[in-house]
């Protein structure tokens, strides 16, 4: 059975920092394309971010140089690094892996930006 979890959310203000986790069990995540998407209220999921398989990572232009993608494959996870964090940045945050035409998505976790 393959479940992701998704960790790191939280209240943060604005300029500060969140590090999100994506931990997968029942797969090698180092197998599969790792994407985040968010979800503000009233607005449809959005991507922001995607891990490939060869460990490289690309970015919506919404985030491109503020947040950063990457590996940690000693924990079968994902982390997602996001750095000067806007008041538009507030969504919930889901990571999606995916392979072929098999995906499995996280249960999601809140990132509120506010002073």
């Known amino acids: 059975q393959v479940q992701l979890v998704e960790s790191g959310g939280g209240l943060v203000q604005p300029g500060g920092s969140l590090r999100l986790s994506c931990t997968a069990s029942?797969?090698?995540?180092?197998?599969?394309?790792l994407d985040w998407y968010r979800q503000a209220p009233g607005k449809q999921r959005e991507f922001i971010a995607s891990a490939t398989i060869g460990g490289s990572a690309n970015y919506a232009d919404s985030v491109k140089g503020r947040f950063t993608c990457s590996r940690d494959n000693a924990k079968n996870t994902v982390i997602l690094q996001m750095n000067s964090l806007k008041p538009e940045d507030a969504a919930v945050y889901y990571c999606n892996v995916w392979r072929g035409t098999e995906s499995y998505w996280g249960q999601g976790t809140q990132v509120t930006v506010s002073s």
């Open positions: 029942g797969i090698i995540l180092s197998n599969w394309v």
